[in-house]
């Protein structure tokens, strides 16, 4: 390979030699391409004309007034799809396009990246396959749905746990055996070299176009950006567009799941230690024995055990900071973006605006935020209607005790 892949001591790709030259044919093309004026041209046409970007820079003025200083939203819940999932969707299946391949795979979790490669497999006429465990198949019909619609095949996982880490390990063992024809279009800003720096590449867009619309709009640049993470995609994106301005804070918000003491969350940055998955070097949610614990959160789209190797590197550095948001939280946020602005935010996006509402009281009312509201949240109204049922019910419980 050309490039090590590494941000500080964190990514590089450590993964079986039959995997290496995939790899490196992916990176090759990705340096020769991604700057290329006709590639260049054809993305930013896919990106305004089938994706709807730029997404709008929102003014969030009654959730502002509620948490006591200015929070403009960035809107990427408002992209085809209903989410940011569609930025890198487009940009590697065009890179497969120009790299000659015929043929897309893609693991997915909760099934949104699923969805996003489908529909890029159908607007490129490609043979398209999606690797998803038995579990989340059963979790998100819907979202198995879709993808079928979209003329994708939907291949089930058995192994592990039937969750998104035993699709992301079958999708890579397909792929190692159906290189020539095949492009693996990976979902998050994890994994093995190259992919970490092309998913940043292509959600950059995010954070590019969220820095110039603050200036614009407000005259300044923002005090603080804020983004959820899962894998790291949208929040490297929003990142992005900021890490060489110093004086803006970087806040990442992980899954705290029912709180980090009780061992149930996604929190990897948090509460995980260095480890190697998916062939990459990163926090890891593990135990003793250096195996991957099962994770839990509200939103399926967080729940995964490792996280993005730069994110490792800027809380490292310092340069970001990582906190997380739980279940409880989560769920009142989403009723007040709701209430108060008619938005409904998707869970995992949710994370990030229950950072803000616990910063109230605690920033100056002068204070500009800028959010990333990285998907919409009607894929959730279901989950949080039955979340509720719960908490009430375990409220309820503890009443009767006493
Ligand atoms: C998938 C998803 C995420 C988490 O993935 P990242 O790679 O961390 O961005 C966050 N928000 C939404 C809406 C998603 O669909």
């Avoid at 983004?227 to 990442?252: P, Y």
């Avoid at 003491?261 to 260095?274: D, E, N, P, Y």
């Avoid at 099962?294 to 490292?316: N, Q, W």
Wanted: some cysteine; aromatic content about 8%; glycine content about 12%.
């Amino acid at each position: 390979m050309k490039y090590d892949g590494r941000f500080g001591e964190y990514g590089g790709y450590y993964v079986p030699e039959v995997l290496i030259p995939a790899l490196e044919e992916l990176e090759e093309a990705f340096y020769r391409f991604h700057q290329d004026k006709g590639f260049v041209a054809e993305l930013a046409q896919l990106y305004q004309y089938y994706a709807g970007r730029p997404s709008p820079l929102y003014h969030a003025k009654r959730f502002s007034e509620h948490v006591g200083f200015s929070v403009y939203l960035k809107r990427e819940d408002l992209l085809h799809g209903g989410a940011h999932k569609i930025n890198n969707g487009l940009g590697q299946a065009l890179l497969a396009k120009y790299m000659g391949k015929t043929k897309l795979i893609a693991e997915t979790g909760a099934g949104q990246h699923g969805l996003a490669t489908a529909m890029v497999g159908a607007l490129f006429g490609m043979e398209t396959k999606i690797f998803m465990g038995v579990t989340d198949i059963e979790r998100q019909s819907v979202n198995v749905h879709k993808m079928k619609l979209c003329g994708a095949e939907v291949v089930p996982v058995e192994g592990g746990t039937g969750t998104l880490k035993d699709a992301i390990n079958d999708a890579l063992r397909y792929w190692t055996a159906n290189v020539t024809d095949t492009f693996y279009l990976f979902g998050s800003a994890a994994g093995p070299h190259p992919y970490p720096t092309i998913v940043r590449h292509f959600q950059s867009c995010i954070g590019i176009e969220a820095r110039q619309q603050c200036l614009d709009q407000v005259g300044r640049l923002p005090d603080l950006v804020v983004a959820c993470v899962g894998g790291g995609s949208n929040a490297i994106g929003m990142f992005a567009g900021f890490l060489a301005d110093k004086t803006v804070r970087l806040v990442g918000v992980e899954a705290g799941g029912r709180g980090l003491a009780t061992g149930k969350h996604a929190a990897s940055l948090s509460a995980g230690k260095v480890g190697i998955l998916h062939g990459a070097k990163a926090y890891l949610l593990q135990d003793e024995n250096g195996q991957v614990l099962d994770t839990e959160s509200i939103s399926a789209g967080l729940d995964y055990a490792a996280v993005g190797p730069e994110h490792c590197h800027l809380k490292d550095t310092g340069r970001a900071e990582y906190v997380a948001a739980v279940d409880d939280d989560v769920l009142d946020t989403f009723e007040l973006l709701t209430k108060l602005e008619g938005i409904l935010p998707a869970l995992e996006s949710t994370h990030a605006l229950a950072y803000l509402v616990n910063q109230k009281g605690k920033l100056t009312p002068g204070t500009i935020a800028v959010a990333n509201l990285s998907g919409r949240g009607d894929k959730d109204v279901g989950i949080v209607e039955r979340a509720r049922g719960e908490v009430e019910s375990r409220k309820g419980k503890v009443k009767r005790k006493k």
